[in-house]
């Protein structure tokens, strides 16, 4: 399973490699707006410093979303993005000029990540267009009462059923227990903000149990 952290800050991202499970970064415009950057230029060094973040590995990218909403202007957009850095897969929200777009840029081979995902349809369409990544949002769709697991579970089904290529990113995680929702079905990655990552391995007996262990090691060990 894939872990994405889904922020546009650098300093959250350093930290979050620390770890060492971290696979690869998605941002969206509402992050990058965040960010203390005001033009397309700034923007497109963030990326790139998101991407020397993650170091030399090829296996790890870069989710940078695209802003327009003409066909021309994504396809344009796209391509410039994506010259940017190898790490870089461009997102594109699932509409159907978004769906052109990723056909368009598939068959160049240009890694996409069709977003905004809250359909099976959307998902379908975005595997037959290409999309390396499809990114159902799951919190969204639990805040306004729709089951957002269900809708992940559904996507897998469709793409094992025809052998699709296309990769779920579980994206718009609230708390842990989506994550782990998430793995019990095999889903293939999530994305999500850096806290809820943390608190996957928070455990308070494992705080006390600590803490009871080296208590009793000291009282008897000394060196
Ligand atoms: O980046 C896409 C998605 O993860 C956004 O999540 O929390 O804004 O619904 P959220």
Not at 91 to 101: R, S, V
Request: aromatic share 8%; charged share 25%; hydrophobic share 35%.
């Amino acid at each position: 399973m894939k872990f994405f952290i889904d922020t546009a800050n650098l300093d959250e991202i350093k930290e979050a490699k620390k770890m060492g499970i971290l696979d690869g970064v998605t941002t969206n415009p509402s992050l990058i707006a965040k960010e203390s950057i005001y033009n397309k230029n700034d923007i497109y060094k963030h990326y790139i410093s998101i991407c020397n973040i993650l170091g030399k590995k090829n296996s790890k990218n870069v989710s940078a979303e695209i802003v327009s909403v003409d066909y021309l202007d994504m396809v344009q957009e796209g391509e410039e993005i994506s010259s940017l850095h190898p790490k870089i897969v461009v997102k594109i929200p699932a509409t159907e000029n978004g769906i052109k777009t990723i056909k368009y840029l598939s068959k160049k081979n240009i890694k996409t990540n069709c977003t905004l995902i809250f359909s099976s349809g959307q998902a379908l369409l975005a595997a037959k267009s290409g999309s390396y990544y499809v990114s159902p949002f799951l919190g969204r769709l639990d805040d306004i009462s729709q089951n957002g697991l269900d809708l992940i579970k559904e996507i897998k089904t469709i793409y094992s059923l025809y052998r699709f290529d296309t990769k779920i990113i579980a994206a718009s995680i609230r708390h842990p227990l989506h994550i782990i929702e998430c793995a019990k079905i095999g889903i293939d990655a999530i994305t999500s903000p850096r806290n809820i990552i943390s608190n996957l391995i928070n455990h308070p007996l494992t705080k006390i149990g600590l803490e009871k262990f080296l208590k009793d090691y000291k009282k008897k060990i000394r060196n």
